[in-house]
C-alpha cells in the first residue's frame, strides 16, 4: 500500500493565520490526491481533489498544491470554522490510503 | 440535499459479525459507487471496500476474506458485513459516495457522520 504521511500532526493557530499542511506519500502518486475536514460528530467534507481542484461550495482561502510525492493544503486566512482535523487521501492505486489527519486547534 | 446516515449495533461480541447499514436520502443510490470506511480512535482512516449499485464489489486486499457488502437499491440502501471480529475492529464506520476524477480514479465526495462501533464482551 501507500503510506501517507502527514505534518505536523497537530498546528496550534489564530484567527487569520496562514496556515500550511504537508502530506507526503510513499511513492508517486501523479496529482491524485484529495483533502478532507473532519469536525468531531460531523460527515467529513471533501475540500479538494486532484491535489489542487477547490471541491464547489468550498471557501477560496482554501488551496491545495502539489505533484508526485509532496503537497500542501494551504487555508489563507483561518476562520473560527475552519478549527478541525485535515485529513489527506491518495487514490492512485486501488487501496485508497490516508494520512493520519492533521488537528488544527486554537493557539 | 443527498445526504448518508449509517445505522446498526453499536456493540459486538468477539468473533462474531459486524453488521452495518447506510441509507441514502435525498437523491437515487443508483449508478455511483459506495464505499465504507473506517477509523479506529486515535488512528487515520481506512478504506475497507465499496460497492456499485449492479451488486460488483471492491475490497481491501487486508479485509477482503472477511467483508461482505451487499446493496439495496428499492431501499436506496447498502451494507456491511465484517466477520469474525476483534477488539482491533473497534472503530467509527462511515459510509460514503465515490466520484470519479476520470477513468480508475476515486475519491469521497460525499460522507455519512458515522456511526461507532466496539468489539466487546
Known amino acids: 500500500d501507500i503510506q501517507m504521511t502527514q505534518s505536523p500532526s497537530t498546528l496550534s493557530a489564530s484567527v487569520g493565520d496562514r496556515v500550511t499542511i504537508t502530506c507526503r506519500a510513499s511513492?508517486?502518486?501523479?496529482?491524485?490526491l484529495a483533502w478532507y475536514q473532519q469536525k468531531p460528530g460531523k460527515a467529513p467534507k471533501l475540500l479538494i481533489y486532484?491535489?489542487?481542484s477547490l471541491e464547489s461550495g468550498v471557501p477560496s482561502r482554501f488551496s491545495g498544491s502539489g505533484s508526485g510525492t509532496e503537497f500542501t493544503l494551504t487555508i489563507s486566512s483561518l476562520q473560527p470554522d475552519d478549527f478541525a482535523t485535515y485529513h489527506c487521501?491518495?487514490?492512485?492505486?486501488?487501496?485508497?490510503?490516508f494520512g493520519q489527519g492533521t488537528k488544527v486547534e486554537i493557539k | 440535499q443527498v445526504q448518508l446516515q449509517e445505522s446498526g449495533p453499536g456493540l459486538v461480541k468477539p468473533s462474531e459479525t459486524l453488521s452495518l447499514t447506510c441509507t441514502v436520502s435525498?437523491?437515487?443510490?443508483?449508478?455511483?459507487?459506495w464505499s465504507w470506511i473506517r477509523q479506529p480512535a486515535g488512528k487515520g482512516l481506512e478504506w475497507i471496500g465499496r460497492?456499485?449499485?449492479?451488486?460488483?464489489?471492491n475490497y481491501n486486499p487486508s479485509l477482503r476474506s472477511r467483508v461482505t457488502m451487499s446493496v439495496d437499491t428499492s431501499k436506496n440502501q447498502f451494507s456491511l458485513k465484517l466477520s469474525s471480529v476483534t477488539a482491533a475492529d473497534t472503530a467509527m464506520y462511515y459510509c460514503?459516495?465515490?466520484?470519479?476524477?476520470?477513468?480508475?480514479?476515486?475519491?469521497?465526495?460525499?460522507w455519512g457522520r458515522g456511526t461507532l462501533v466496539t468489539v466487546s464482551s
Open positions: 460514503a459516495r465515490d466520484k470519479s476524477s476520470g477513468g480508475p480514479y476515486w475519491y469521497f465526495d460525499l
Open positions: 435525498g437523491g437515487s443510490i443508483s449508478s455511483y459507487y
Open positions: 460497492i456499485y449499485t449492479s451488486g460488483s464489489t
Open positions: 511513492q508517486s502518486i501523479s496529482s491524485w
Open positions: 486532484k491535489a489542487s
Open positions: 487521501q491518495q487514490y492512485n492505486s486501488y487501496s485508497r490510503t
